[in-house]
Every structure is written in structure tokens, then in C-alpha cells.
């Protein structure tokens, strides 16, 4: 089998964001793990292939989009070009460089929503300009920690959130499989405690839309991070294993610390 090519995807420049993006890379085929190290006691690297499945799916259209919420939502994933529509089957599938060095294990004060809900609905979609992709997860509020925008939020209520990102499958069957590095996304009808920014790793900070930081599937009496940056020495390891209450305790510490009392929505936990 030929040795996987690396080389930085030129589109990125010129948009005046370097300093604030991170680097986009393609891989020939498929991706593959990094060279493994002495991995930490609770870290397993992850199968690549589990990744690409929790990815959203949606086909490749030429046909312009017609809601004007949907295309103002989608304007801002076509500023970095990673779909090219004049692909062949052995093109290249993107990945990026590793997002949010240094981010906390709970990041009370990098989120302006801290909510615990159900994924009720996951979908992927193109930017207006066909070039980029994105998935879009609609949550159902169980309980509101945090809220730092204009919208009102409470039990019961939906709210959306937004990731870089998703499977693009082309009329030959290709698919292109577009992803921040490290990261995963959340999975219809799982519950997770989710904190959500207005900083778009590709795109830059937004206005309204809510970009998903990252967040804590709470299974059973288990916790179990949504995302691994850094690999074995990803801080949202903390809490791998552990139980629901601890984290919430955890969070709560956190709000205090940073002035943000808990909503008192009725909420459990």
C-alpha cells in the first residue's frame, strides 16, 4: 500500500484567520490513529472507524438552498474551502489540527450555555456555497446551568448547536468525511451535559449561533467525554468512569467560582 500523503491545504489562505484557525490537513484515504505511546490508564486511542460513524451524513447537491434561515446559518462554512465538488475517488479525505489547547476539563468560563439534554435530532448540511459542512444537533433542555445569551431558556425547551463538520457523500458514492481532529459528535437519543461557546473553530466567533465546545454523555452511572484532544492527556479524562453527580458537583464549584449561579429550572441532578 503507497505511504499516506500530508501536505496543508492552501484555501485557508488569505482569510486573514491563521493566527485563529488551526491548520487544515488532508490524509490519502483513510485516517489512521497516531504512532502509539505509552498511553494513560483510562485512555484507549480510538477507533477511527466508531469516529466517522457518529458523524451526521448529507449527499452533495448543486441545488441551491432555499430557506433563508438555513442559508444565512450555512454562509459562514463556506469561508474554508473542504469540499471541492471536482473530486475523484482516490481524493483526499480533511481532517484538522487539533482544537482548543489548553481548554479545562470543565469549561464553565469558556461556555455561555451549560445545559443537560437529549440529542433529539442530528443532521449535516452544506454551506451556501457548497465548499464546507457542517452537523446540527437539536437538544432537549433537562436542566439550564449556564446562560449568557439574550434567549431564554428552560426545562423542556430546544435549543440547537452547531459543529465544523460531517460526512459528504457524492453521487459516485465517495465519501469525504470532514472533522476537527479529536473530536467527536454527540449521538440522537443520548442524554450529555453540553457546553456551548459562540467560538467556531473554522469560522471564528459568531453572533447567535451556538457552536458545541464539547460535552459529557452521561450513560448509565457513567460518565464518558464526548471528545479526546491531546490523547492521553486530555483533561475531560478527569472524569472518565466516573459518576454524573461528580461532574455536576464539579460544575457547580465552578459557576460559584465564576459568579454564574445554577439556573433553578426543576431540573435533576
Known amino acids: 500500500m503507497s505511504e499516506k500523503r500530508r501536505f496543508v491545504i492552501p484555501a485557508i489562505i488569505g482569510l486573514g484567520l491563521l493566527t485563529a484557525l488551526p491548520v487544515l490537513i488532508a490524509l490519502q484515504g483513510q485516517t489512521t490513529p497516531e504512532k502509539s505511546k505509552s498511553l494513560h490508564q ?16 448529507v449527499s452533495y447537491t448543486f441545488e441551491e438552498i432555499s430557506e433563508p434561515f438555513r442559508k444565512a446559518k450555512s454562509q459562514k462554512y463556506g469561508r474554508v474551502r473542504t469540499i471541492d465538488p471536482n473530486i475523484s475517488e482516490n481524493a483526499q479525505e ?59 431558556l428552560k426545562k423542556g425547551d430546544y435549543l440547537f448547536a ?11 458514492g465517495f465519501e469525504k468525511w470532514v472533522y476537527i481532529r479529536s473530536q467527536r459528535m454527540p449521538t440522537k437519543g443520548r442524554r450529555y451535559l453540553f457546553f456551548l461557546n459562540r467560538d467556531f473553530p473554522l469560522t471564528g466567533k459568531q453572533i447567535s449561533d451556538l457552536n458545541l465546545l464539547t460535552a459529557y454523555e ?50 435533576g441532578l
Open 218 to 267: 452521561f450513560k448509565g452511572e457513567l460518565v464518558t467525554p464526548l471528545d479526546f484532544p491531546g490523547g492521553e492527556t486530555s483533561p475531560f479524562l478527569t472524569f472518565k468512569g466516573r459518576k454524573p453527580e461528580e461532574l455536576i458537583k464539579t460544575l457547580k464549584e465552578g459557576l460559584k467560582d465564576s459568579s454564574c449561579q445554577p439556573s433553578d429550572d426543576g431540573g
Open 94 to 152: 480533511m481532517i484538522t489540527a487539533d482544537w482548543e489547547v489548553g481548554v479545562d476539563a470543565v469549561p464553565v468560563a469558556k461556555s455561555v450555555v451549560i445545559v443537560l439534554g437529549i440529542v433529539v435530532d442530528a443532521a449535516a448540511y452544506l454551506s451556501d456555497n457548497k465548499q464546507g459542512v457542517y452537523s446540527e444537533f437539536k437538544i432537549e433542555i433537562e436542566k439550564v446551568f449556564k446562560n449568557d445569551t439574550d434567549q431564554e
Open 42 to 57: 483510562r485512555f484507549q486511542q480510538p477507533d477511527m472507524g466508531e469516529v466517522k460513524s457518529t458523524f451526521p451524513r
Open 162 to 172: 452547531e459543529r465544523d463538520g460531517g460526512v459528504v457523500i457524492f453521487p459516485t
